[in-house]
């Protein structure tokens, strides 16, 4: 088995909508460690739709969209890392964090943290738009000082080629392609009654979070601008 890691510089960037794209491109199975806040559809159910893929069951399923350790403390819970170490598949595994790198699991320890003691090769997803520059280079800086294997950064947004290429120089970073904002991924490809195919995977519930149908312009739009190649190869495929 292989793991590769989804991050971002910040929650609500599209590292779920990224993580959908790579999911379905490397035929992987996706996993959420930690979900925090369960609005109309979880991210794992956001990318078995988007990726026709499988998804694990969550380490932690929390309710109050908040920061994992304040989400947990609203329902009496403490995230223990211990019960979050990579699961195995067969295949490629696709992990996506919870928002940036220094979001706490509990009162001693931060998601980058944890993506140390993973130790795979990392994404990291970063907006085009004003502020980037600052927040990838911090990111980037806290990854390694970890220790984390940086695979590159995966823009996300309009193109903005001078913000671009002033990350991957002073950030020493490949440039790993930028995925364009896409339209109608909301109401695509809603899965359909898979009867027999529930139960199938390990752990899965009923409903979105099981493999059907997937958003063929988000497979099109990741074939076309991200460079699957690089990450192929960081993951040793
Ligand atoms: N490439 C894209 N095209 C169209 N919409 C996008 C794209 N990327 C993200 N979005 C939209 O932006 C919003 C936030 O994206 P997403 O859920 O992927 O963020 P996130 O970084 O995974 O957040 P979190 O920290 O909660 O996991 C969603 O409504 C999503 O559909
Ligand atoms: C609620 C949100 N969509 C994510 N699940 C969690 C984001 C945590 C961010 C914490 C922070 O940096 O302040
Ligand atoms: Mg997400």
């Known amino acids: 088995m292989s793991a590769i890691v989804v991050t971002g510089t910040d929650t609500e960037i599209g590292k779920t909508v990224f993580s959908a794209g790579l999911t379905a491109a490397l035929n992987a199975t996706y996993w959420k460690p930690v979900q925090s806040g369960q609005e109309e559809e979880t991210d794992s159910q956001i990318v078995t739709r988007l990726s026709g893929r499988p998804s694990l069951p969550e380490g932690y399923l929390l309710q109050l969209p908040a920061s994992p ?33 220094m979001v706490p699991l509990n009162r001693e320890i931060l998601y980058l943290d944890l993506m140390a003691r993973w130790g795979a090769p990392v994404i990291l997803c970063a907006r085009t ?8 280079l911090l990111s980037l800086q806290a990854l390694r000082n970890a220790g984390c294997n940086v695979v590159g950064v995966a823009f996300i947004g309009e193109s903005e080629e001078a913000v671009e290429k002033t990350i991957c120089q002073f950030g020493k970073v490949a ?40 958003s063929e312009a988000l497979v099109e739009a990741f074939a076309k601008h991200i460079d699957l190649d690089t990450i192929k190869k960081a993951i040793q495929l």
């Open 129 to 136: 738009k004003l502020g980037t520059i600052n927040h990838t």
């Open 69 to 101: 350790h304040l989400s947990a403390e609203a329902e009496g819970v403490t995230i223990d890392p211990d019960t979050l170490d990579l699961p195995q598949v067969d295949g490629v595994l696709v992990a996506e964090g919870a928002g940036g790198l």
């Open 175 to 214: 440039h790993l392609g930028r995925l364009p904002m896409i339209n109608g991924l909301h109401n695509e490809t809603a899965a359909p009654d898979l009867g027999e195919v529930q139960g199938a995977f390990p752990g899965g519930r009923s409903g979105a979070d099981q493999p059907g149908g997937r």
